[in-house]
Nanobody
Framework: VQLQAFGGASVQPGGSLRLSCAAS??????????MGWYRQTPGKQRDLVAD???????NYADSVKGRFTISRDNAKNIVYLQMNNLKFEDTADYYC??????????????????WGQGTLVTVSS
């Protein structure tokens, strides 16, 4: 599974951005499961921002509830993060994450995980 993220930019406080991340698979019949977004600032760990199950159930970090909305297009294997009312503390590198699985010829379920490259979101005045 390969992930490619788009949409990072510089924005003023109170502004909005939408991040996109497209998952591509090749070879085996791979099913994309949970997709999500994490963020990281220098010297700190990478933290979950939001994720969404294949069935569309979202999960948000408390710090972004009510401001960010995660969604996905299962047909295109794309996950979106709509970020509204951005704050200075939202400044970070944002990474998309996907979990996936496939079955081997002996019917064994193999779980995969992938990270996209970071896309920088800067909130500044």
């Amino acid at each position: 599974v390969q992930l490619q993220a788009f949409g990072g930019a510089s924005v003023q406080p109170g502004g909005s951005l939408r991040l996109s991340c497209a998952a591509s698979v090749s070879g085996r019949t791979v099913t994309i499961d949970t997709m999500g977004w994490y963020r990281q600032t220098p010297g700190k760990q990478r933290d979950l921002v939001a994720d969404i199950s294949s069935g569309g159930m979202p999960n948000y970090a408390d710090s972004v509830k009510g401001r960010f909305t995660i969604s996905r297009d299962n047909a295109k294997n794309i996950v979106y993060l709509q970020m509204n009312n951005l704050k200075f503390e939202d400044t970070a590198d944002y990474y998309c994450r996907a979990h996936a699985h496939y079955f081997t010829s002996s019917d064994e379920r193999v779980v995969l995980g992938a990270w996209g490259q970071g896309t920088l979101v800067t909130v500044s005045s």
